[in-house]
């Protein structure tokens, strides 16, 4: 099973310091529904540039998925 790393990074400031959040989603391809990845997408928590791992079917798919919902 081949695991992608999909990295979000936000920051925010704290009264004394500066802290940076970093969120690591691990997915495989095999187990991630479709749905799953355009609602990440929708939610902004990865990009479509980050699916550029993923199999050349499941990008036109998620693609396809999003441009249809506009």
């Known amino acids: 099973m081949t695991l992608y790393n999909l990295n979000y ?3 925010y ?3 004394a310091n500066e802290n940076v ?3 690591v989603i691990e997915i495989s391809e095999e187990k991630i529904k479709i749905w799953d990845i355009v ?3 929708r939610l902004k928590v990865i990009t479509y540039d980050d699916l ?3 199999s ?4 036109l798919e ?3 998925i999003l441009e249809m919902s506009r």
């Open 56 to 59: 050349d079917e499941l990008q």
């Open 21 to 23: 959040i970093e969120n």
């Open 62 to 64: 998620v693609k396809r």
């Open 9 to 11: 990074g936000s920051s």
């Open 52 to 54: 550029s791992d993923f």
């Open 13 to 15: 400031a704290t009264q």
């Open 39 to 41: 609602r990440l997408i």
